[in-house]
């Protein structure tokens, strides 16, 4: 009997809204929402926690919707005027609630399953190989977060059935979600409300860095307050009297209470590095991150054939080991060099695509002229840093031509930087071996000292 009401429920209640909500509704999100920082290493289509996160950021709207359609559902007996008959059946409330709970619930876990599930296929086809169970509690928390909103709009609307309730629950949640949300502009995601209080939203702002992870206090933080959350709202649901109905708000305030008291206050605390991930993976002096480890077979050779060529054109100066960038910085701020070490960041798009020779050239133009300001799709780092990484690439490979390592722009600024490197290359083209040899180490030293004059230095200017 139970099973056929359930289906009913399912197929004839406003569950199935929610689950649309929760999956077609989110993924339309992502589809029509073109954010900046879903694109590079930290995409939501190239690792699994940069995937869970992001089908958390999509709960930013989807959330208060759910909240709004539950209440609905609340809604459901007063509108058709059953209140009164059904408390004189002797079906216990709880009973009687049971099954529209239930029917949210299945469609909301579904819906959300299957978003993730679609995540999780678009990591696939991205070539994601890091494959680990750690993005696994930001979905779980996320899909608990929507049933814990569902219900509580239950229970809201069942204490004030009025048409109003759906909409003002939803622009109340909004609002709060506006209120406490964190932005990812800088090293870790913060906001101007206090972290623990940020926390408690059941979003997260779209990922910025590949490697960062929520720590294990804040699912379990969460996981409490929206436990809270959910048993009042079930509470409400089910309360007959307004001493129950005073009574039901305990367990959300219980749960804010622990939640806080577990919460991290700081976001550096809360946004931590996923140290299975950030584990380097070696072959030889050449070394990437456990996430990026598909990628060391081909990096290998072509990072020992350009420390080979560094060592010719710096000497004892030249690097002596390739290694993958994992260090945070917030957007904008200078990348830390070490001269000892080829950095490798992956989100540099001059890096994008690039195999064999070419491969080869952009690891020495990173090895002679390191760029100072991070390239990323956010950050163009500077043109002036590609025609110094281009001039001495070519130098320290033979090349009779300028070769630029991206194609050139055509607006006024573009022409007359290439112009002051072409000026450059055939100055150091026409200088003695020696000479050559010496523009090219004042040149790194200056790329490594991030004054911005390289291509001043390659032309034979006084190097500070």
């Given at each position: 009997m139970n099973g056929r009401v359930l289906r009913i429920e399912l197929r004839r209640s406003a569950a199935p809204w929610a689950g649309l909500v929760a999956g077609a509704g989110a993924l339309g999100f992502l589809a029509l929402l073109d954010d900046p920082w879903w694109g590079g290493t930290a995409a939501g289509t190239s690792q699994w926690t940069p995937m869970a996160l992001l089908t958390r950021t999509t709960l930013y709207?989807?959330?208060?919707?759910?909240?709004?359609?539950?209440?609905?559902?609340?809604?459901?007996?007063?509108?058709?005027?059953?209140?009164?008959?059904?408390?004189?059946?002797?079906?216990?409330?709880?009973s009687r609630a049971m099954l529209p709970a239930g029917a949210t619930a299945i469609a909301l876990v579904s819906g959300f399953g299957l978003l993730t599930l679609w995540g999780g296929f678009q990591v696939f086809l991205g070539g994601g190989s890091y494959?680990?169970?750690?993005?696994?509690?930001?979905?779980?928390?996320g899909a608990l977060a929507l049933v814990a909103g569902a219900l509580f709009g239950m229970g809201v609307a069942r204490v004030l059935p009025s048409v109003i309730t759906p909409p003002l629950l939803v622009v109340a949640c909004l609002a709060?979600?506006?209120?406490?949300?964190?932005?990812?502009?800088?090293?870790?995601?913060?906001?101007s409300a206090p972290n623990r209080v940020s926390l408690l939203s059941p979003a997260a702002p779209p990922p910025r860095e590949m490697l960062l992870t929520l720590a294990s206090q804040v699912h379990l933080g969460q996981t409490v307050w929206l436990l809270g959350l959910l048993a009042t709202g079930f509470a409400l649901l089910v309360a007959v009297g307004h001493r129950a109905r005073l009574l039901a708000a305990v367990p959300v305030l219980v749960g804010a209470a622990l939640a806080l008291s577990v919460l991290p206050a700081a976001p550096r605390q809360s946004y931590v590095i996923d140290q299975a991930a950030a584990a380097l993976v070696c072959d030889g002096p050449v070394c990437v991150t456990?996430?990026?480890?598909?990628?060391?077979?081909?990096?290998?050779?072509?990072?020992?054939?350009?420390?080979?060529l560094l060592s010719r054109a710096l000497g004892d100066k030249a690097p002596d080991s390739v290694r993958e960038e994992t260090t945070l910085r917030a957007s904008g701020d200078q990348r830390k060099l070490a001269a000892g070490t080829v950095l490798v960041d992956f989100d540099d798009p001059l890096l994008a695509g690039r195999e064999g020779r070419e491969l080869t050239r952009y690891l020495v133009a990173q090895g002679l002229?390191?760029?100072?300001?991070?390239?990323?799709?956010?950050?163009?780092?500077?043109?002036?840093?590609?025609?110094a990484q281009s001039i001495v690439a070519g130098w320290a490979l033979g090349d009779r031509a300028l070769e630029p390592l991206e194609e050139k722009a055509t607006d006024e600024y573009s022409r007359a930087a290439?112009?002051?490197?072409?000026?450059?290359?055939?100055?150091?083209?026409?200088?003695?071996p020696a000479e050559q040899r010496a523009r090219i180490a004042a040149g790194h030293q200056e790329s490594l000292s991030c004054t911005?004059?390289?291509?001043?230095?390659?032309?034979?200017?006084?190097?500070?």
């Open positions: 709207y989807v959330w208060p919707l759910v909240v709004g359609i539950g209440a609905l559902q609340g809604l459901r007996d007063a509108r058709s005027r059953t209140t009164e008959l059904l408390a004189t059946t002797p079906r216990p409330s709880w494959t680990h169970l750690g993005w696994l509690p930001i979905s779980l928390v709060a979600i506006i209120l406490t949300q964190q932005n990812a502009d800088g090293v870790v995601p913060s906001g456990q996430a990026h480890a598909a990628r060391l077979e081909e990096m290998a050779p072509r990072g020992r054939e350009a420390l080979l002229a390191p760029n100072c300001s991070a390239r990323t799709a956010q950050e163009s780092g500077g043109l002036d840093g590609v025609v290439w112009k002051e490197g072409e000026d450059a290359w055939a100055g150091l083209a026409a200088a003695q911005y004059e390289a291509i001043k230095a390659l032309k034979g200017g006084a190097s500070r």
